[in-house]
């Protein structure tokens, strides 16, 4: 029998009121998305594509307009105890460690800040030691006093993630973990979430705008377009052979990729106007080069929204060419 979902998105829309008589806008628009036990998922996408809104509506922060997220097989619920409960089993890690930091408090007290707010019963001490221990902080004592900026930017990212871990949570939700530090620090944080994975069986969804971030952390990739998952699958399968002509743009522009470069052109559409049929079709350059028409699918792109893609660990891509 297949292992129930740690999380699950099933059928998530959710939409805001459109700005001056806009129509309301579809940030995020039929999402399925599984995260198994020990599993690290990336949510990939250029900015405002509704990956934050998406991972937003998983923690609890915004409720769906329809569809359902559910946690171990029971229904998230928005009331305000049950979330409080759920916030201490799915944690977030914010980008920015300078912002997500107050500079007047310790690191001791911006650990412990979790453990007060959920009423800790045990050894306050010992839990925030124990998260900065389990956090790359090593001995923790050293760091009880120190304030924000006596510290690098990895140390700082590492507080930050001591503060997810106090809780002893189930699932980190990561957006942008490593936008903001350097390159040499990025991949330290890295090996930290693959350790935690591995160590203490903690799943993770990874928010990211950068496919080379999934490559090097992910066991599973989701690309998202313009409110939409548009291909998903294991993370070597996606990028060593992306199907989606939005992922082959993604990854054609990494450095290291081999492939020709494909620029895309314009901004993705507004999610007050989503187009009808494919929503890519406007920057899609398998459409743009004739492909899609030598294929007999042209008609299709501009006119038939392609199937939502299931949630589960199976690939998928959302375009007419890969029926
Ligand atoms: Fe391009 Fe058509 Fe595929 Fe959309 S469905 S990505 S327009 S080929």
């Known amino acids: 029998m297949t292992p129930l979902p740690l999380l699950s998105a099933a059928g998530v829309h959710v939409t805001f009121?459109?700005?001056?008589?806009?129509?309301?806008?579809?940030?995020?628009?039929?999402?399925?998305?599984?995260?198994?036990?020990?599993?690290?998922?990336?949510?990939?996408?250029?900015?405002?594509?509704?990956?934050?809104?998406l991972a937003r509506t998983l923690l609890g922060l915004v409720p769906p307009t329809s569809g359902r997220v559910t946690f171990a097989g029971e229904p998230l619920s928005y009331r305000s105890r049950a979330l409080k409960s759920y916030r201490k089993r799915v944690q977030l890690v914010l980008q920015d460690p300078s912002g997500s930091?107050?500079?007047?408090?310790?690191?001791?007290?911006?650990?412990?800040?979790?453990?007060?707010?959920?009423?800790?019963?045990g050894d306050e001490r010992e839990a925030v030691?124990?998260?900065?221990?389990?956090?790359?902080?090593?001995?923790?004592?050293?760091?009880f006093l120190r304030y924000p900026h006596e510290l690098s930017g990895g140390q700082r990212q590492r507080v930050v993630i001591?503060?997810?871990l106090v809780l002893d949570?189930?699932?980190?939700?990561?957006?942008e973990p490593v936008a903001s530090l350097d390159a040499s620090v990025r991949g330290e944080i890295l090996a930290l979430l693959l350790s935690l994975r591995d160590e203490l069986g903690l799943s993770a969804l990874v928010v990211t705008h950068d496919l080379g971030l999934a490559w090097n952390i992910a066991d599973r990739v989701a690309v998202m377009y313009l409110g939409r998952i548009v291909e998903t699958g294991p993370v070597e399968e996606v990028l060593t052979s992306p199907q989606h002509p939005y992922t082959q743009a993604l990854l054609s522009v990494l450095p290291e990729s081999?492939?020709?470069?494909?620029?895309?052109?314009?901004?993705?559409?507004?999610?007050?106007?989503?187009?009808?049929?494919?929503?890519?079709?406007?920057?899609?350059?398998?459409?743009?080069?004739?492909?899609?028409?030598?294929?007999?699918?042209?008609?299709?792109?501009?006119?038939?929204?392609?199937?939502?893609?299931?949630?589960?660990?199976?690939?998928?891509?959302?375009?007419?060419?890969?029926?």
Do not use: M, W
């Open 17 to 53: 009121p459109g700005r001056r008589g806009a129509p309301p806008a579809r940030a995020v628009d039929g999402v399925d998305l599984d995260i198994g036990a020990g599993e690290i998922v990336a949510l990939v996408g250029e900015s405002g594509c509704g990956k934050t809104t």
């Open 101 to 121: 930091l107050n500079p007047r408090h310790t690191v001791y007290d911006a650990v412990a800040e979790g453990l007060r707010i959920h009423g800790h019963p």
């Open 129 to 143: 030691a124990s998260a900065l221990s389990r956090a790359g902080l090593r001995p923790p004592e050293r760091f």
């Open 162 to 164: 001591a503060g997810a």
């Open 169 to 175: 949570p189930e699932l980190l939700v990561a957006d």
């Open 258 to 323: 081999p492939a020709t470069p494909v620029v895309l052109t314009g901004e993705p559409p507004d999610p007050s106007r989503i187009p009808a049929g494919c929503r890519f079709h406007e920057r899609c350059q398998a459409l743009a080069s004739g492909e899609a028409d030598r294929a007999g699918v042209a008609e299709s792109c501009r006119g038939v929204a392609p199937a939502v893609l299931g949630g589960g660990v199976g690939a998928g891509v959302a375009c007419h060419l890969r029926r």
